[in-house]
């Protein structure tokens, strides 16, 4: 059996959010995955997230590839529209339909090797291009489903569950997020929910290319010594970069933080991301100082989390493209096909 439904009973003294449900609405299947895996915990932080923020589950398409990474929107948003795609297809089929309706929110969820290594050429161009998603990439260093492979994005030297060392050179998705456009990108860590629900929120609410690589320990097959994704090595190695407050656009602004520690930056929608600065020379607007800052500290063998770079005023890919403002798929055969005259037109300009 590959999942297991859940009973739908709630406590009756459950809180509900601002639509009325309760925290277990925006819950899934029971997870299959192995117990402490860092997977489950993404689950509960995108739970927490779309509880917190009311949001309508009808109004969330969550796409995914293969990998036990790629299983987990299974166990989430069980009332959302799914599509689980073939391996590291995820983002073309995300793009497509966000081209069909721009309306839904999209939540394309990945694995390392869905990602870094199948489905990279498809990873590089939707995060180029714009499309309006939160992108989330899982990532364990191996491949968990087909039993702990290395992928792209282990450390050089990480020393397998066998002992085996890594020779290969990773792949960093931050970097690489930040150097193809990306309007949005943040490292988490699923042991620090604290830090990675307000990610999620904020990410959710940025219109733009939103990338989460989020350290998820394996249990079965790296979270032992020489491991550089372990619970216990990136506890001891995470350097947060900044503490992000979410506040959404009605929410009353209650903080009472110190000017000068504090960076405001507000987003299309009104919300509000405060960041609370740890580290002051790290500037979240500006892309290249943010691209430095990550590289430099990870040649110190630090992993820094935090939201890592924001560009609050991008454009989508719709802005791109200048498309109407309806969805294309409320759009009558009228609409959609402007007819024979203006077709001769447009063949006319080309000639
Ligand atoms: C076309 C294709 N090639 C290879 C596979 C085998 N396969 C399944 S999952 C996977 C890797 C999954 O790794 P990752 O995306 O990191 O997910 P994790 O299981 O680690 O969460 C591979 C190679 C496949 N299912 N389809
Ligand atoms: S094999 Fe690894 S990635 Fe897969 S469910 Fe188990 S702990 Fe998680
Ligand atoms: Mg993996």
């Known amino acids: ?63 995914s590839g293969i990998g036990c990474s790629s299983k987990t929107p299974d166990y989430f948003l069980g009332q959302s529209h799914g599509f689980n795609t073939v391996h590291g297809r995820m983002p073309s089929v995300l793009t ?10 999209y939540l394309g969820v990945s694995g390392d ?8 050429g498809q990873f590089v161009h939707a995060i180029r291009r714009g499309v309006n998603m939160v992108y989330i990439v899982e990532n364990n260093g191996v491949y968990g489903l087909t039993k702990g492979q290395f992928s792209a994005t282990a450390d050089q030297g990480s020393v397998s569950k066998k002992g085996v060392a890594n020779s290969d050179a990773p792949i960093d998705l931050v970097g690489l997020a930040m150097q193809l456009g990306a309007s949005f990108v943040a490292r988490g860590f699923s042991g ?24 998820s320990p394996c249990v079965a097959f790296n979270n032992h010594a020489g491991s550089t994704k372990s619970y216990e090595y990136v506890r001891e190695h995470n350097d947060a970069v900044n503490r992000l407050d979410f506040i959404e656009p009605r929410a009353e602004i209650t903080a009472d933080v110190a ?3 504090v960076v405001e930056v507000e987003q299309h929608d009104g919300s509000v991301l405060r960041l609370r600065k740890l580290d002051a020379s790290h500037d979240p607007t500006d892309r290249v100082a943010a691209m430095n800052y990550v590289n430099a500290h990870q040649a110190k063998g630090e992993v820094v989390t935090g939201l890592l770079y924001v ?7 719709h802005g791109h493209l ?10 009558d055969a009228k609409a959609l096909c402007p007819g024979a005259a203006t077709l001769a037109k447009i063949n006319a300009s080309l000639r």
């Open 311 to 317: 560009d609050s005023a991008a454009h989508d890919l």
């Open 259 to 261: 000017p000068g520690d």
């Open 1 to 63: 059996m590959t999942w297991i439904a859940k009973p739908k009973l709630h406590h009756p003294t459950l809180g509900c959010n601002a639509i009325g449900f309760t925290r277990r609405d925006y819950e899934g299947k029971i997870s299959t995955l192995c117990a402490g895996c860092g997977h489950d915990s993404i689950s509960a932080a995108i739970i927490h997230a779309c509880w917190e923020l009311a949001i309508e589950p009808h109004r969330v398409a969550k796409l």
């Open 113 to 120: 090797g869905d990602s870094a290594s199948i489905g990279m």
């Open 322 to 331: 200048n498309t109407v403002a309806a969805p294309f798929n409320t759009l």
């Open 96 to 105: 497509g339909a966000n081209l069909a309706n721009r309306d839904l929110i």
């Open 192 to 215: 620090d929910k604290q830090q990675l629900v307000p990610i999620i929120k904020a990410a959710i609410a940025h219109r733009g290319a939103a990338f989460i690589d989020v350290i």
